[in-house]
């Protein structure tokens, strides 16, 4: 299988706060892990990617100091959004590949996403 | 610049109509194009992955084949829960696993 986790599923916060997203790889070895956001209606839009023990990759035009990304372990990959507004409000999204994921190598498996609000 | 496009943008089909949806791509080399499943408020769901031209996967009602410049899934006999969106992606040989998504087909079968 590879089955990847994310938890909360829903998160509400007020304006100002942190906000944590774990996401897990469950049955698999997860080298490398990204996250995604999207917006209503629209399609996915790479935010990150991170390896296993390195700093993560930001896209342009992602800020690397508000949407923290840690991946200590080849099973977990946190994303923190810092200080958090209304603005950053939406749907996050983290997938993996790795090492004994179904056979099909470089194939990104999803979590089911963590609705973020922002108050 | 890598470009992923897919058509329509929308379907609306009679339960048991088959159709076709298209995922046209532009890479200077193609490592892998995947398909996905995406429910309303979920993340997506992995469906298949094409590695050459000519290359076909099936699973159930879907089939999905490979050319050169795009790809197709094809539908076959849908159901009411074969609603929803579904998302092509691509990854470039140089890309170190990085994929490119396309903006979706929204798939909608009427009872």
């Known amino acids: 299988g590879a089955v990847v986790s994310q938890h909360p599923s829903r998160v509400i916060c007020k304006s100002g706060t942190s906000v944590k997203i774990e996401c897990r790889s469950l049955?698999?070895?997860?080298?490398?892990m990204f996250w995604y956001r999207q917006f209503p209606k629209q399609s996915l839009m790479l935010m990150a990617t991170?390896?296993?023990?390195?700093?993560?990759?930001?896209e342009q035009g992602v800020e690397k100091d508000k949407f923290l990304i840690n991946h200590a372990s080849l099973t977990l990959s946190t994303l923190t959004v810092t200080s958090a507004h209304p603005e950053d409000s939406s749907f996050y999204i983290c997938?993996?590949?790795?090492?004994?994921?179904?056979?099909?190598?470089?194939?990104?498996?999803f979590g089911p996403g963590t609705r973020l609000t922002v108050l | 610049e890598d470009q992923v496009t897919q058509s329509p943008e929308a379907l609306r089909l009679q339960e048991g109509e088959s159709s076709s949806l298209n995922c046209s791509y532009t890479v200077s080399g193609l490592r892998g194009l995947f398909w996905y499943r995406q429910d309303p408020g979920k993340g997506p769901e992995f469906l298949f992955t094409?590695?050459?031209a000519g290359e076909e996967k099936e699973k159930e009602r879907l089939k999905a084949t490979l050319t050169k410049k795009e790809s197709f899934l094809h539908i076959t006999a849908p159901k009411p829960e074969d609603s929803a969106t579904y998302l092509c992606?691509?990854?470039?040989?140089?890309?170190?696993?990085?994929?490119?998504f396309g903006s979706g087909t929204r798939l909608s079968i009427r009872p």
């Open positions: 049955d698999f070895q997860a080298t490398t």
């Open positions: 997938s993996a590949t790795g090492q004994g994921a179904s056979g099909f190598p470089d194939t990104q498996y």
């Open positions: 991170s390896n296993e023990g390195s700093k993560a990759t930001y």
């Open positions: 992606a691509v990854q470039e040989k140089s890309s170190a696993s990085k994929i490119i």
């Open positions: 094409l590695y050459s």
